[in-house]
């Protein structure tokens, strides 16, 4: 096994005392009987992996959500104080855990797809609104759809908001267990830190400024996961961020160098979004500008959305062809934990064969974890847990490996939670190891010893999506057949 990390444990409080013996009891017997593990493949849907969905429309393959919330849906200004407005959010992430899945938020104050007679495109409260513009700091560019309006993303007035925002939210959410990753928009249409094409006026936001937003990010949120758009801005780089390619498989690759159909396929497409391997730059280091990036999936999470262009002819469905060929490659190139749709979020509509396929590409995003062996010392009362990961990138929260001891009634007699266990460690081809340390004070008998990952999420919703494993061995809800023992 590489790379093997033993987690020690402490004994703790037994639970059901009164179905122990006396611990004088020195010369007692314990027989381990391992369970043998067959792997299986991937479990599709999967904790924080695979393909997501927008808000209120995933389905039973999915396991996130994207929450994208306008900034004054959550933040409000009067008299030149800002104040974070947690009810719609709270409510949105309870709506998420309750259908047992994880949310990916981001906040944006820019929107041009809301340009039309009436709107604007431009989402701030109205008391800032209004100082901006009377600071001249509001601008407009006219559109096919309207008028649209973006503010001075350097006005220091603006940037203090921002910052105090990230402040209070950081306050509030870090380490909300329905939370997967939070998303540092903010700056740019769509929050996705790109001003191209604003017409007049300063609304290119300096590499320091945003320097500053990632920063009151990165100090804020300690826990929670962070993802950023573009390493090449704000000096993103030399901050520990994960990132999302929002134009994924279209411009994200060198996969065109390899593929001379699929350098083919391209041409036929509109590419105004930049060069075909742009996102693929940016983790290279941006034309040696900075270090390269390509180590950092080993500690953040990636992710993406799928290119509105991959939905159109000449590309027809993903999961065969030349299509699938790059989406596999890129999905491995970038170690992506979970790829949305567009539009409404969705995936389109496939045929039994396609769903077939479609399955098996959602199970090779991010982590894919098994039970490797166990073994057992009889006499020294100790199971050890061998966990391995085959897939292409860690589970990027440490949840707490979970022991339970059953007896011959089904009762459990028995709990321990290993929080020293470091999921989060277990990278790509490591095994790690957990060792149980059985209570010698059990009564004569024999019994079950059953684990499970626990998701933190239990303590605000009852329907959690379990963490599975590709192994056989599974009872319910993630928990998974160790071993028997016999106690004498």
């Known amino acids: 096994m590489k790379n093997k990390s033993i987690s020690r444990i402490v ?42 969905a927008f808000y209120e429309k995933a389905d039973q393959d999915a396991s996130l ?61 109205d008391e800032l609104y209004e100082e901006l513009k009377s600071a001249g700091d509001i601008y407009s560019t006219h559109t096919s759809a309207g008028v649209l309006e973006y503010p001075d993303f350097n006005s220091e007035k603006l940037i203090s908001v921002m910052t105090d925002f990230i402040e209070q939210l950081g306050r509030r959410y870090d380490g909300n ?14 929050g996705e830190w790109n001003m191209s094409g604003c017409g007049e006026g300063n609304c290119q936001m300096t590499n320091k400024n945003l320097q500053r937003i990632i920063e009151s990010y990165v100090s804020s949120f300690k826990k929670t996961k962070l993802m950023g758009r573009n390493p090449s801005l704000g000096y993103a780089n030399e901050f520990p961020i994960g990132y999302h390619d929002d134009n994924f498989l279209f411009n994200t690759s060198d996969f065109h160098k390899k593929n001379s159909e699929w350098k083919k396929l391209l041409r036929k497409q509109n590419y105004s979004y930049g060069t075909l391997q742009q996102f693929y730059d ?13 180590d950092v ?14 939905y159109q002819e000449p590309f ?39 769903y077939k396929e479609f399955r098996k590409v959602a199970g090779s995003f991010g982590y894919d974890l098994y039970i490797d062996s166990v073994t057992g010392k009889d006499r020294m009362f100790k199971m050890t847990t061998a966990f391995g990961n085959s897939g ?33 460690e277990l990278l790509p081809g ?20 059953r684990a499970r990952f626990v998701n933190p999420a239990e303590e605000v919703s009852k329907t959690v999506m379990p963490l599975r494993l590709s192994n056989n061995n599974e009872i319910r809800d993630g928990f998974y057949e160790l071993a028997h023992l016999i106690v004498e």
């Open 11 to 52: 004994l703790a409080a037994l639970l059901g005392v009164s179905l122990l013996l006396p611990a004088s009891c020195s010369s007692r017997k314990a027989t381990i009987l391992p369970n043998e593990f067959t792997r299986t493949e991937a479990v599709v849907p999967n904790p924080m992996k695979g393909f997501a």
């Open 65 to 125: 959500e994207y929450i994208g919330l306008k900034f004054n849906e959550i933040y409000s200004y009067e008299n030149g104080e800002g104040k974070l407005n947690s009810a719609e959010l709270d409510y949105r992430l309870l709506n998420v855990a309750e259908r047992g899945h994880s949310a990916i938020l981001r906040v944006y104050m820019l929107n041009p797809g809301y340009v039309d007679s009436v709107q604007t495109g431009l989402f701030l409260p």
């Open 177 to 190: 267990p329905s939370i997967a990753t939070i998303q540092m928009g903010l700056y740019g249409s769509w």
């Open 282 to 294: 940016f983790i290279n280091g941006n034309g040696g500008k900075y270090k390269p990036l390509w």
């Open 297 to 310: 999936w080993k500690t953040q999470m990636f992710g993406g959305e799928l290119s509105l262009q991959m």
């Open 316 to 354: 027809g469905p993903l999961w065969s062809g030349t299509e699938r060929e790059a989406l596999e490659y890129c999905i491995n190139q970038f170690h992506m934990s979970w790829l949305m749709g567009v539009g409404v979020g969705g995936i389109p509509e496939l045929n039994s064969d396609e």
């Open 392 to 424: 292409i990138a860690p589970f990027y929260y440490d949840w707490v490996l979970e022991y339970r001891i059953i007896d011959a009634q089904g009762d459990v007699v028995y709990t321990y939670r290993d929080s020293e266990f470091r999921l989060s």
């Open 430 to 449: 490591d095994t790690a190891e957990s060792v149980f340390f059985i209570p010698e004070e059990l009564k004569a008998g024999e019994y079950i010893v």
